[in-house]
Every structure is written in C-alpha cells, then in structure tokens.
Antibody, heavy 118, light 107 residues
Framework: EVQLVESGGGLVQPGGSLRLSCAAS????????MNWVRQAPGKGLEWVAN????????HYVDSVKGRFTISRDDASNSLYLQMNSLRAEDTAVYYC???????????WGQGTLVTVSS | DIQMTQSPSTLSASVGDRVTITCRAS??????LAWYQQKPGKAPKLLMY???SLERGVPSRFSGSGSGTEFTLTISSLQPDDFATYYC?????????FGQGTKVEIK
C-alpha cells in the first residue's frame, strides 16, 4: 500500500525557517517524481515544488523561488522541503504527493500544518 | 504561467442529478489535465487524468472530456459521497496550476 506521511510542521515566526519531511513507503520511491502542494486555510490548492527521479531537476512556483528548497534521499525513501524566510502568506497545510508521468498527482499524504505568525 | 479557471465556484444539486463542472486553461494544455476531489480535512484524491481517463477505483459515474483549453468533469448521477470540492489541474507546463475549485453542495 502506498503511504506518504508528512511531518515537521508547526508554528514559526515570520523570517524563520522550517524543514518538512515526507516518509514514503509501499512503492519504488526512487522511480517517481515527487511534489509539495499547499493549501492555505479555507483556500484552494497551490502547487509548490517538485523534484525528478534522482533529484537533479527541480521546479518551484515563483512565490517560493529562492526561499524554499526541495530535496530527496532515495536511500531512506524521504522527501524534504526546506523553507526559509517564511512569510505569513506561507501559512498552509503542506501535502507531499507522488507524481506519475501520465496521471498527475496520484497519491497524497495527509498533510502537515505550517503556521507563520508572531 | 497557465491560468486555470473553473465554473461554477459553487453548485447546489440533489442526489441523482447530473452535474457538470467546467475548467478553462489560459493556453493549450493538450490533454494534460487532471481532476481531484477533496473533502473537508482530507487530502485531495485523483479522479481523472489525461482529461478523460478514470483513475483506478473511481466510480464510473465520473467522466471527463476536453482538450486544448476547455474541459469538463461530469457526474452522471450524484451520490451522497460526491458532495465535496473539485479541482482541475494542468500538468502540461511548469509551474503546475490548479483551478480555484468547485464546491458541490446539497440542494
């Protein structure tokens, strides 16, 4: 069974940093692109970043470029999102999602809440 | 970036109704279009991919159509479990973008 479990969310002050993790199991993690998608309270979905198999290619939404870094460790089946210079508008539930080339985001974790507030 | 616009934003319907949601892209995405269902407090669930392909395990009352810039998601006979918010998403060109969502409410 495919499982994605996020962790690392919490309350952080504006300008602070946080590192999210996503533990993957039940599939060949190294063979898949992986994504982070966020959802601000009461709002819609916003794609944040993705990373290809092997980790050599990454893409980001403009609003997080230069502040967030996506990475992966295939040895431990883990996905990460390092978030620096956090702003109030980064407050959201962050989901980890597996990407299938043909079918889009086919498996999602349960999400972890990040709150940026003083 | 490609903008995705869904209509309507909210839809009131009854069990058994046929429901159609529209998604428009600001430029062609070919058929690189997915639909997701999300219930309150839960992660999104993939329903359709490549515009018209049904994800495994999704009931056949869901169908999708379209290509280029115009897409539709249809629920042929609305069931109680279908009351949720639906999102389209293009995966043709980075950055991936979602529509703003369509909430299907009980009439």
């Amino acid at each position: 069974e495919v499982q994605l479990v996020e962790s690392g969310g919490g309350l952080v002050q504006p300008g602070g940093s946080l590192r999210l993790s996503c533990a993957a199991s039940g599939f060949g993690f190294s063979y898949y692109l992986m994504n982070w998608v966020r959802q601000a309270p009461g709002k819609g979905l916003e794609w944040v970043a993705n990373i290809n198999e092997g980790g050599r290619e990454t893409h980001y939404v403009d609003s997080v470029k230069g502040r967030f870094t996506i990475s992966r460790d295939d040895a431990s089946n883990s996905l990460y999102l390092q978030m620096n210079s956090l702003r109030a508008e980064d407050t959201a539930v962050y989901y980890c999602a597996r990407e299938d080339y043909m079918s889009g985001l086919d498996y999602w974790g349960q999400g972890t809440l990040v709150t940026v507030s003083s | 970036d490609i903008q995705m616009t869904q209509s309507p934003s909210t839809l009131s319907a009854s069990v058994g109704d046929r429901v159609t949601i529209t998604c428009r892209a600001s430029q062609s995405v070919s058929t690189w279009l997915a639909w997701y269902q999300q219930k309150p407090g839960k992660a999104p669930k993939l329903l359709m991919y490549k515009a018209s392909s049904l994800e495994r395990g999704v009931p056949s009352r869901f169908s999708g159509s379209g290509s280029g810039t115009e897409f539709t998601l249809t629920i042929s006979s609305l069931q109680p479990d279908d009351f949720a918010t639906y999102y389209c998403q293009q995966y043709s060109s980075y950055s991936w973008t979602f529509g703003q969502g369509t909430k299907v409410e009980i009439k």
